[in-house]
Nanobody, 123 residues
């Protein structure tokens, strides 16, 4: 098991930027693929971005491609989500999650979750 704590959420105007961080503790962080998910009120959880254990592979949902960047620093046990050109439809609770797997696991493979951080984008 790995414990995850997100930070960096907040209120931002449309077109602005935020950087989310997810700090991990517990088991060796570098063996985990990491993902970011989000859930808006009344909507299903969405798989937003993911990064493989060594950062060699990444995944983005189409709606964030070119605007969001996922990265990781295994020396700091931290994964980041840089969010630029934010839109009101990006408003959601953002969760980071970990999966002990190679490559980019599918969204159902993540079994370690943080508590979430709220991102609100005003128009």
């Amino acid at each position: 098991q790995v414990q995850l704590v997100e930070s960096g959420g907040g209120l931002v105007q449309a077109g602005g930027s935020l950087r989310l961080s997810c700090a991990a503790s517990g088991r060796t962080f570098s063996v985990y693929a990491m993902g970011w998910f989000r859930q808006a009120p009344g909507k299903e959880r969405e798989f937003v971005a993911a990064i493989s254990w060594n950062g060699g592979s990444t995944y983005y949902v189409d709606s964030v491609k070119g605007r969001f960047t996922i990265s990781r620093d295994n020396a700091k046990n931290t994964v980041y989500l840089q969010m630029n050109s934010l839109k009101p439809e990006d408003t959601a609770v953002y969760y980071c999650a970990a999966a002990a797997a190679l490559g980019i696991p599918g969204p159902n493979k993540y079994d370690n979750w943080g508590q979430g951080t709220q991102v609100t984008v005003s128009s």
